[in-house]
């Protein structure tokens, strides 16, 4: 079984900074691409930032500059510094991992969301 858990989401004012992790755990051989993912009330899901195993990063246009990906030695915790916060970054943020299981299967992975509130 394989569980990925987030933390580190809360309220911040506006300007201010938070730091999200996800710990991966379980029957894990290998995790290849890790994302953080964002939806806010009425609005579809959306993709943040995205680690691949190589090294290179992506970031969602309105996040550039502010936000910063990261993954620990291990390989199974993935972190998403947010400096500069704005009201329209509020949303349930979730994590996202590619996976292949100790058993040698694919797995997508996904955690239940840490909710980030930026307001004054």
């Known amino acids: 079984q394989v569980q990925l858990v987030e933390s580190g989401g809360g309220l911040v004012q506006p300007g201010g900074s938070l730091r999200l992790s996800c710990a991966a755990s379980g029957s894990i051989r290998s995790i290849n691409v890790m994302g953080w993912y964002r939806q806010a009330p009425g609005k579809q899901r959306e993709l943040v930032a995205v680690l691949r195993g190589g090294g290179s990063t992506d970031y969602a246009d309105s996040v550039k500059g502010r936000f910063t990906i990261s993954r620990d030695n291990a390989k199974t915790t993935l972190y998403l510094q947010m400096n500069s916060l704005k009201p329209e970054d509020t949303a349930v943020y979730y994590c996202?991992?590619?996976?292949?299981?100790?058993?040698?299967?694919?797995?997508?992975?996904w955690g239940q969301g840490t909710q980030v509130t930026v307001s004054s």
């Open positions: 996202n991992a590619g996976i292949v299981t100790d058993w040698g299967r694919a797995y997508d992975g």
